[in-house]
């Protein structure tokens, strides 16, 4: 069974820095990619940034020069400077393995102006 499970939201002022995790039940290698997406109140849940098994990594307009994705042993990371007010979503981190995805439950970022 593999589970997904985000930490490290809370409420921050705009400008200020936030640091997500996520924990995976197995080694994050195991999975084809890993990626963080995010739903604002009222809209689709959205692409923030994926990084593949082999590190490649592709980062939505919208995050590209502030928030950073990396990964160590069974987590995935995501560091998010310089927030706005409109990068205030639930942020959901997701696996693909063998063609299925996992998802966690998400994290709440709040981001006050």
């Known amino acids: 069974q593999v589970q997904l499970v985000e930490s490290g939201g809370g409420l921050v002022q705009a400008g200020g820095s936030l640091t997500l995790s996520c924990a995976a039940s197995?080694?994050?290698?195991?999975?084809?990619?890993m990626g963080w997406y995010r739903q604002a109140p009222g809209k689709q849940r959205d692409l923030v940034v994926t990084i593949t098994s082999g590190g490649q990594t592709y980062y939505s307009d919208s995050v590209k020069g502030r928030f950073t994705i990396s990964r160590s042993g069974a987590k995935v990371y995501l560091q998010m400077n310089s927030l706005k007010p409109e990068d205030t979503a639930v942020y959901y981190c997701?696996?693909?393995?063998?063609?299925?995805?996992?998802w966690g439950k998400g994290t709440l970022v709040t981001v006050s102006s």
């Open positions: 197995v080694s994050i290698l195991r999975f084809d990619a």
């Open positions: 997701k696996g693909r393995r063998g063609g299925v995805d996992y």
